[in-house]
């Protein structure tokens, strides 16, 4: 029984069919995790911290890596290692809470009111200028700071707080 060769051979695009001939699975793979891994623990893990070292400790040249990077296959296999990470979200959380409350710090209230209130930055335009940003902005700011103020007053005020602090302090 004859098969059609349309049966036996899948056209590709010759851009992506050039692609998966120049990588080197596990290189391409292990690449991935180091990708997901902070600096100082690619120090540890592999001995060195950068794409250059990577490549000349795997035998990949940088232009390789390059490409690699235009890859998504690239960024799904990091995203999957990136999972580990995701078991520090209540810690950072309280973190960021805290310092939010404590210093009063503008980064620290905005990045707050963005992961946990859902709050976005707008900018008003009128004809491409931005008009009244600043003083939304600083609003915006103020009344974040007023609900922190209240919320650590509340804190301070709750028995199970007050205990840890005699305790700690």
């Not at 049966?7 to 699975?25: F, G, Q, T, W």
């Not at 890596?65 to 959380?93: A, G, S, V």
């Not at 650590?152 to 028995?159: F, K």
Request: proline share 2%.
């Amino acid at each position: 029984m004859k098969r059609r060769a349309s049966n036996l051979v899948k056209m590709r695009n010759p851009k992506e069919s050039d692609n998966r001939r120049r990588i080197k699975k596990t290189e391409f793979e292990e690449y991935a995790h180091f990708l997901a891994l902070p600096s100082y623990e690619r120090k540890e893990v592999y001995g060195f911290h950068t794409d250059s070292d990577f490549a000349v400790k795997f035998k990949v040249s940088k232009d390789s890596l390059t490409d690699w990077k235009d890859d998504d296959r690239l960024w799904e296999l990091r995203n999957k290692h990136m999972k580990r990470f995701k078991r520090y979200t209540p810690d950072i959380y309280m973190a960021l809470g805290k310092g939010a409350i404590e210093r009063k710090s503008a980064s620290e209230v905005m990045a707050w009111a963005k992961l946990v209130e859902g709050w976005k930055e707008s900018v008003k335009t009128e004809g491409g200028v931005k008009v009244g940003f600043e003083e939304e902005f600083e609003e915006q700011i103020e009344a974040i700071i007023q609900l922190l103020d209240t919320a650590g007053e509340r804190a301070s005020q709750n028995p199970v707080n007050s205990n840890r602090k005699a305790k700690t302090g």
